[in-house]
């Protein structure tokens, strides 16, 4: 694959490598002003138009299986495993950018990062499933 974009930084010592298979991006279009409430302060909602007219911001789930997973200070042993980021589209700094739960601190749908379901969780859970209904009609 090759890549155009923004040149990628010398490696260090602590970078990973691995292979992505299976690699997708789910994207679910959400009310504004809900996201909004869960982004730090400096970040907004990206707000986008859609076919049907409507306006709503943007989250996501990517998910992908990891092949020879192996930190470069390592010697390679080849760790394969599934993961599953999630990341919403705002503005900050003037410009777009993409913003993980990463700083929503310890969420469930993050594995291992939370030993309850947290307000995150609940948002998260209570979207997909009216995204579900409002498309299945149930």
């Known amino acids: 694959m ?11 010592w602590y970078h990973a490598r691995t292979e992505l298979d299976d690699f997708a991006i789910v994207s679910y279009r959400v009310p504004t002003g809900a996201l909004a409430r869960l982004l ?5 909602p990206a707000e986008f138009t859609f076919e049907d007219g409507g306006n709503g911001a943007l989250v996501s789930a990517v998910a992908f299986r990891d092949r020879d997973f ?3 200070f390592l010697p390679p042993v080849a760790i394969g ?12 700094a003037g410009g777009p950018g993409v913003w993980t739960p990463t700083g929503v601190g310890g969420f469930l749908l993050k594995a291992g990062s939370a030993s309850q379901i947290t307000e995150f969780d609940k948002w998260m859970f209570r979207d997909w499933w009216r995204h ?6 149930r």
């Open 132 to 137: 579900l209904k409002s498309r299945y009609g």
């Open 70 to 72: 192996h930190f470069r």
């Open 81 to 92: 495993c599934g993961q599953i980021n999630y990341r919403a589209y705002v503005t900050t």
């Open 40 to 44: 730090p302060e400096g970040f907004a």
């Open 2 to 12: 090759a890549f155009n974009g923004t040149p990628r930084p010398s490696p260090r």
